[in-house]
């Protein structure tokens, strides 16, 4: 039988959406809030530059300073989420182990088994751990809650980054970073002054 262009495709994206590491990848906390952080980047400044409704000048230090902000979001994230989400994360099943011998038990099984794959000798090990412990994850619920505590964390550190720490660093940092770019020039009218300042008082509600 003879395979058309379209389905040889629609095979392929099959394979790829079935793959068990674009799943687990599809799961995770810290990737889903990076491809989004990511397209915000991207996509919100877009859509502000290409306005044809608004003005020339505001659009484009609207764009400017969302493209700035976004990828400063991306860059913090990224930078400082494993870091925290392990902090979260040793706090978080502290509390668990202490409350819970069973809930102990469990967070001991995934600490263990993520240390073996940490401490693998070699490429192939690695691999073959890595396997094993995804097989886990879907069939051995006492590896859920380890999971489940792990992504929890990555959440908790989330919240604190980008909801706290990124709109007060933001502020110190690219303020003046606008400000280089989009000197200010001593001519410059009221009117486009007070558009500037809209624009920043609608960008820090977001």
């Given at each position: ?81 494993n870091k925290f989400k392990n902090i979260a994360y040793k706090h978080i099943s502290k509390k668990f182990a202490a409350n819970d011998p069973e809930d102990k038990r469990k967070l001991d099984l995934y600490d263990n088994f993520q240390a073996k794959i940490k401490n693998a000798k070699d490429k192939a090990s690695k691999k073959k751990l890595e396997e094993q412990f995804t097989h ?71």
């Amino acid at each position: 039988m003879n395979v058309t262009p379209v389905q040889k495709t629609l095979i392929n994206i099959r394979k790829v959406v079935a793959n068990h590491k674009v799943a687990e990848f599809s799961k995770n906390t810290v990737c889903a809030i990076a491809v989004e952080t990511t397209l915000k980047a991207s996509g919100r400044p877009a859509f502000i530059y290409y306005d044809k409704h608004a003005n020339k000048q505001s659009k484009k230090y609207a764009a400017t300073k969302e493209l700035l902000y976004q990828s400063f979001c991306l860059g913090l994230y990224l930078g400082l989420i494993n870091k925290f989400k392990n902090i979260a994360y040793k706090h978080i099943s502290k509390k668990f182990a202490a409350n819970d011998p069973e809930d102990k038990r469990k967070l001991d099984l995934y600490d263990n088994f993520q240390a073996k794959i940490k401490n693998a000798k070699d490429k192939a090990s690695k691999k073959k751990l890595e396997e094993q412990f995804t097989h886990l994850l879907h069939t051995n619920k006492d590896y859920h809650f380890g999971k489940g505590v792990k992504e929890f964390s990555s959440i908790v550190a989330t919240v604190f980054i980008l909801a706290l720490c990124a709109p007060i660093l933001s502020q110190i940092i690219l303020h003046p970073v606008m400000d280089l770019i989009f000197k200010k020039n001593p001519n410059a009218d009221d009117k486009s002054l007070k558009q500037k300042n809209y624009v920043d008082k609608t960008l820090a509600v977001k």
